[in-house]
T-cell receptor
Framework: AQSVAQPEDQVNVAEGNPLTVKCTYS??????LFWYVQYPNRGLQFLLK??????LVKGSYGFEAEFNKSQTSFHLKKPSALVSDSALYFC?????????????FGTGTKLQVIP | DAGVIQSPRHEVTEMGQEVTLRCKPI?????LFWYRQTMMRGLELLIY????????DSGMPEDRFSAKMPNASFSTLKIQPSEPRDSAVYFC???????????FGSGTRLTVV
């Protein structure tokens, strides 16, 4: 069965510093990987996805993620953190084509950007 | 496109009452998912449908929970009778074939007193 792990419950970073939110995955076959963000009292919003191609994926709000097959990781990154980036971030993996599009989410990482 | 629409946004009910949550997926999406989110358990998949057919309801916590999808544009999640431990935010999400992810609704915050 596919799964993702987010090893950090919370990440604190100073405004203006680079940030990384970690994610590792376990799938059979080629992974379809996603990052979602959840702001307080809101639903989850799609940030970016990796399907195939370039290992560095760019998404919304200046975020990017690096797919590393050998390390089975898909870490979320941003060069310069903003206070407004403070939110809950979820890594996710999706069923491969031919499945029912079920997405398995990680447990979430709370990002706190300190002014 | 108005996105995934959930109603109501907030629901406060007394223990023992029936609660019905509603979801309208994005037009053209053929899969629909119900999630529950709490501080203690995080994001839990309750049930999902593909082409209006329930595929996996193993996440439904008890027989008090039921879900239906009578057509491609509407789904309900019902709790009868409700209990205080059902208090949570319930999200609906939809998706389509291809490599895309989910689109989530804004959620229904349920409080059972």
């Amino acid at each position: 069965a596919q799964s993702v792990a987010q090893p950090e419950d919370q990440v604190n970073v100073a405004e203006g510093n680079p940030l990384t939110v970690k994610c590792t995955y376990s799938v059979s076959g080629n992974p379809y990987l996603f990052w979602y963000v959840q702001y307080p009292n809101r639903g989850l919003q799609f940030l970016l996805k990796y399907i195939t191609g370039d290992n560095l994926v760019k998404g919304s709000y200046g975020f990017e993620a690096e797919f590393n097959k050998s390390q089975t990781s898909f870490h979320l990154k941003k060069p310069s953190a903003l206070v407004s980036d403070s939110a809950l971030y979820f890594c996710a993996v999706r069923d491969p084509p031919g499945g029912y599009q079920k997405v398995t989410f990680g447990t979430g990482t709370k990002l706190q950007v300190i002014p | 496109d108005a996105g995934v629409i959930q109603s109501p946004r907030h629901e406060v009910t007394e223990m023992g009452q029936e609660v019905t949550l509603r979801c309208k997926p994005i037009s053209g999406h053929n899969s629909l998912f119900w999630y529950r989110q709490t501080m203690m358990r995080g994001l839990e998949l309750l049930i999902y449908f593909n082409n209006n057919v329930p595929i996996d309801d193993s996440g439904m916590p008890e027989d008090r929970f039921s879900a239906k999808m009578p057509n491609a544009s509407f789904s309900t999640l019902k709790i009868q009778p409700s209990e205080p431990r059902d208090s949570a935010v319930y999200f609906c999400a939809s998706s389509s074939e291809g490599a895309g992810g989910y689109t989530f609704g804004s959620g229904t915050r349920l409080t059972v007193v």
